[in-house]
């Protein structure tokens, strides 16, 4: 079993829709969790830091956190074509975006007009 | 922001032939780095961990002296890739990070080197 599992997609969906994407992991030693956009032959962009259980919101994206159920979300609202990317979810069980991260899949989303 | 270029962004390479992929930090000193391998539609699997003027930490089961990394400045990282063979064909992505690692501390990622070997 792969410690972080996230559905690998494609999802697709019209511009203004709200998004969500999610991921589940099975080690309870991860504390933070991150999400990222990986553009097409580009590196990841850190989009959402979390840490503790509960919503984080920033601009049209919101991050949730379950720890009780090992379930991670996030929420992209009022979508737009340049959302289309894949959406990694990472996590790690030190010191927050520094450290070691175990990432998912990724999820690529394509948001047509 | 911080910008991290990785060199070449893509190479085709004999197999049994050594590659090296270069990771640079452009505005930032960075006190480690991060090697990474994403094989298509798989997740980023961490390989090493680079700290400047000292030897790099090695995942398990990646083999130290097949992936021989060199974090000699604070501006550089390099990957080389010895006596590659197909197998070894990935995508290879380095992120940077500046001063401690502390929670506020961000990774910053290179656009990825493309290896594929013949």
């Known amino acids: 079993q792969k410690e972080v599992e996230q559905d690998p997609g494609p999802l697709s969906v019209p511009e203004g829709a709200i998004v969500s994407l999610n991921c589940t992991y099975s080690n309870s030693a991860f504390q933070y969790f991150m999400w990222y956009r990986q553009y097409s032959r580009k590196g990841p962009e850190l989009l959402m830091y979390t840490y503790s259980s509960g919503n984080k919101e920033d601009g049209r994206f919101t991050a949730q956190v379950d720890k009780s159920s090992k379930y991670i979300s996030l929420f992209i609202r009022d979508s737009q074509p340049s959302d289309s990317a894949t959406y990694l979810c990472?996590?790690?069980?030190?010191?927050?975006?520094?450290?070691?991260?175990?990432f998912g899949t990724g999820t690529r989303l394509q948001v047509t007009l | 922001g911080a910008v991290v270029s990785q060199h070449p962004s893509w190479v085709i390479c004999k197999s049994g032939t050594s590659v090296k992929i270069e990771c640079r930090s452009l505005?930032?000193?960075?006190?480690?780095m991060f090697w990474y391998r994403q094989f298509p539609k798989q997740s980023l699997m961490l390989m090493a961990t680079s700290n400047e003027g000292s030897k790099a930490t090695y995942e398990q089961g990646v083999e130290k002296d097949k992936f021989l990394i060199n974090h000699a400045s604070l501006t550089l990282s390099t990957l080389t890739v010895t006596s590659a063979h197909p197998e070894d064909s990935s995508f290879y992505i380095c992120?940077?990070?500046?001063?401690?690692?502390?929670?506020?501390?961000?990774?910053?990622f290179g656009p990825g080197t493309r290896l594929t070997v013949l």
């Open positions: 992120s940077a990070v500046s001063g401690r690692l502390e929670r506020t501390d961000t990774q910053y």
């Open positions: 505005d930032f000193q960075a006190t480690t």
């Open positions: 990472a996590m790690s069980d030190n010191t927050g975006t520094a450290s070691k991260l175990t």
